[in-house]
């Protein structure tokens, strides 16, 4: 009797490497789409959540407008008040300084 040749790729050897590949690719499928849908949960509350900081913001910044646009007003005018003795000294007041003190 004449021995027959060993094939290592036979027909069942393929079908049984294709099933667990496919296997595989459909377990990485379901799990890709489980941790979309949690993403996609856990995105609309932070959006939510970020949202209900804007508005709140808003309505803070109704509040406070004119005060901040008067503290804005002041410190322009400090800040000119500033420069111009910077830049004139004669306008510079004189503050004697006391060595013995110091």
Known sequence: ???RAVNVFSLSFLDIITCGLGA???LFVLVNAKSAAQ???ITSDFRAEA???EQEEENSNDNIGPTV???WQKDREQHHQNWDQHHDPGKQ???P???HTV
């Open 69 to 71: 646009g008067l503290m």
């Open 39 to 41: 993403r996609d949960s």
């Open 97 to 99: 300084i006391d060595r």
């Open 24 to 26: 595989v690719i459909l």
């Open 93 to 95: 007041e004189h503050i």
């Open 1 to 3: 009797m004449k021995r």
């Open 51 to 53: 949202d209900r900081v």
